[in-house]
């Protein structure tokens, strides 16, 4: 259920210095399938559609871009329309394969999004271990509250959590608590995150990781914002990929912010500890997509 002009989180797409280990976390500990494979590009996906996740080849590792899905033909040319109004430099008119229409342009600190309608959909092939779906994504970016009014004020975006003064933001597109969620940084991309049914899957992450030499950096936690039960683990490319369960909804789109001071355990109802590392793993956008 949407109330604005995006839909749905899309796809996260990932330049990687090396792709088929980036593939492998991708199939072997995270679940999910390979639907395409172009050139330098390589798309996967949990859902039924034709990516939520792309892998890029590159010279270097960084964001790529930031799908999301417009809600109709209407909002895409209503967010071209506020795009253009802002001066940010629309890139593309052809996002990545996969949809039916779209554009791209650069954001707020080089930031790339890909805005678009209809994605193709692409039937799963045999039921494995994989998650539902893509949700999520966590970014640090230097100027938190300009990034927070620049996703309300462009994308739609609302508000769900506040943390402490101009410290975090969790953001929404629809019922889920959070699409987005921003924590003063140093310009990176933290991580991206996949929905499970239960939280035995995250045990059972854990015993993927663990076979194969690996480990996860923090977790299973309960988070106070969103209430979700997440676990982390580093992918290849450097940037970390969370698995949850038990997203908190918000269906009243009138609900006031709920607000958390920065100290207050806003980060696990299960216990105060956070691993001193967990925030310096990251990697940056890179705007230059040639």
């Not at 002009?5 to 797409?13: D, F, K, N, Q, S």
């Not at 890029?56 to 329309?81: C, F, K, P, W």
Request: hydrophobic share 40%.
């Amino acid at each position: 259920m949407s109330w604005g002009l995006i839909r749905e989180m899309g796809h996260v797409a990932i330049q990687t210095t090396d792709i088929e280990a980036s593939i492998a976390d991708a199939t072997g500990l995270l679940g999910l399938r390979v639907t395409e494979q172009a050139g330098r590009e390589v798309y996967l996906a949990a859902a039924a559609v034709h990516h939520e996740l792309v892998y890029v080849e590159s010279d270097t590792n960084g964001i790529h871009a930031l799908g999301l899905v417009a809600r109709d033909g209407d909002a895409l040319r209503e967010i071209r329309r506020r795009v253009e109004a802002e001066n940010l430099p629309v890139i593309s008119d052809k996002p990545l394969g996969g949809v039916q229409d779209g554009f791209s342009f650069i954001g707020p600190e080089g930031w790339v999004f890909d805005i678009y309608t209809d994605p193709q959909p692409h039937r799963p092939g045999a039921l494995s271990f994989g998650p539902d779906r893509y949700g999520h994504v966590n970014l640090h970016p230097r100027n938190v509250r300009g990034m927070m009014e620049f996703l309300a004020r462009v994308l739609d975006f609302r508000l769900s959590d506040v943390i402490g003064d101009d410290f975090a933001y969790f953001m929404r597109c629809n019922a889920d608590h959070h699409g987005i969620a921003l924590i003063q940084g140093r310009g990176t991309f933290h991580h991206h995150a996949w929905q499970t049914q239960s939280i035995a899957d995250l045990g059972k992450l854990g015993d993927r990781l663990n076979r194969v030499g690996r480990e996860l950096i923090w977790g299973p936690v309960r988070h106070g914002a969103g209430h979700n039960i997440a676990a982390y683990y580093v992918e290849t490319s450097g940037a970390v990929v969370e698995l949850y369960t038990d997203l908190e909804q918000v269906y009243d789109d009138t609900r006031p912010p709920v607000k958390w001071g920065a100290e207050e355990n806003w980060w696990n109802m299960w216990g105060s500890y956070r691993p001193e590392e967990f925030r310096t793993f990251g990697i940056p956008p890179v705007s230059n997509r040639r």
